[in-house]
């Protein structure tokens, strides 16, 4: 295992001593003033692949890019600050965190307990990749805790879950999931993508690792695919940093950039994010072609007090049903002007879909129907345009 240096900049992250906006803003990239460093106010982007030492026998303090470089570092200790983690990891995208994750912290035989609410891809990493070589995972509703302790076996190693889910907006309730996970000695994993640690920390809250789509609101322009894993515990950090450079799926330098300047606005963008989501919600509530929607931030929705306790706010994805049958929901989302249909979430711009013939395509129909992702479910990732905008398109494209 790779000790971390003396020297490493993330050795020991301190608590943080400024606020949210500030860190975003400054964290990771602070001006260098030594003699003869530039000064630069933004971290600079480092293309080397390799760096050159004067001394056969003394490496300096950097290699081979696929093990350290400058600009990933910035941004790994940037993620870091913001999950109130001490260590960070960026890789070339979600997935490839996830695949990392499971490399470093599972063997052959080993049981995962996970929502059954799930990120599809997450889903066909577990079904198609690990269950070949032995991994086992089990399929909980997690927003009852207690159905995570009863599906807890002696070859039970990681639970692991999404909170709010997608697309259905369900809340696991993660200080009671990490006491259970604790309790059997399990390590809990949190993808925070849908929130972003704007507005929910799961480290803090118990869990042992926090996993991200930085391709969502951390990027938030739509135009970086990236991941990215969070962790407190030094051992966790050296087995995920050993796979990390062991497999190889490190972000880019210049993704690492676009991921800096893209997380110095996520304080206002989520702010934003948030606002127009509970306005579009409100309205979709009232709407007499609308049968049901899924926002935490309504009071009707089911766990409205569990995503007050737990988060700092509910965020900007929503998910809705329109009367009558699948086809009307096409018929809806093609008439949008403002909203873009599209897969992804989380950038500056609205997305719409229809999970069961877009994101959740991969899910039997069988499966889609006992969670509940109907073929008349819309999920909606609202942007920061103009909130009259986006609610006078909503209202024209009801009207088919
Ligand atoms: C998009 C997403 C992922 C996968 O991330 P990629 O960057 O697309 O590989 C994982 N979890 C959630 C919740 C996501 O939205």
New binding site residues.
């Given amino acids: 295992m790779a000790t971390l240096p003396q020297h490493h900049p993330l050795k020991g992250n301190p608590a943080p001593a400024q606020g949210f906006a500030t860190r975003a803003v400054h964290a990771g990239e602070k001006p260098d003033f030594r003699e003869g460093a530039t000064g630069d106010v933004a971290a600079p982007i480092h293309l080397a692949t390799t760096y050159a030492r004067q001394k056969v026998a003394q490496p300096g303090r950097y290699e081979y890019v696929r093990s350290q470089n400058p600009t990933r570092e910035a941004l790994e200790a940037k993620l870091a600050s913001l999950e109130n983690a001490r260590y960070g990891l960026a890789f070339s ?6 695949t990392t994750a499971l490399l470093a912290l599972l063997k052959a035989g080993d049981h995962v307990i996970a929502f059954d609410d ?2 599809g ?2 889903k066909r990493l577990f079904e198609q990749g690990f269950a070949n070589f032995g991994v086992e995972t089990s399929y909980v509703d997690a927003t009852n805790a207690s159905l995570v302790e009863k599906a807890v076996k002696p070859s039970s190693k990681m639970v692991w879950v ?1 909170s709010p ?2 697309p259905l907006m369900k809340l696991a309730d993660i200080r009671a999931i990490a006491e259970i996970a604790r309790k059997h000695g399990l390590i809990l994993v949190v ?1 925070n ?2 929130l972003s640690p704007y507005f929910q920390k799961p480290l803090d809250l118990g869990a042992d690792v926090v ?6 609101y951390l990027g938030g322009h739509s135009d970086v ?3 990215a894993l969070l962790v407190n515990s030094e051992q966790l950090y050296e087995r995920l940093q050993f796979h990390q450079n062991s497999s190889g799926a490190v972000l880019p330098p210049f993704d690492s950039y676009l991921t800096l300047r893209g997380i110095k606005t996520l304080a206002v963008r989520m702010e934003q994010h948030q606002k127009n989501a509970l306005a579009v919600a409100q309205f979709l509530e009232k709407h007499p072609k609308v049968s049901r929607v899924l926002y935490p931030g309504l009071e009707s929705h089911p766990q409205h007090e569990l995503a007050k306790a737990q988060a700092s706010g509910f965020g900007g994805m929503l998910s809705f049903d329109v009367k009558g049958a699948g086809a009307d929901a096409e018929t809806f989302l093609e008439r949008l002007r403002v909203f873009t249909l599209a897969e ?3 950038g500056v711009e609205s997305l719409i879909e229809q999970p069961a013939q877009m994101t959740h395509v991969s899910l039997e129909k069988a499966e889609r129907e006992k969670i509940g992702i109907t073929d008349t479910l819309i999920r909606v990732s609202v942007g920061i345009e103009e909130v009259a905008d986006l609610i006078a398109d909503l209202k024209q494209a009801l009207e088919w």
């Fill in positions: 995208s979600g997935m490839a965190a996830e799930l990120y891809g997450t999404e889910t997608n993808d993508t849908f996993v991200h789509s930085i391709t969502k695919l990236g991941g992804s979430l989380g």
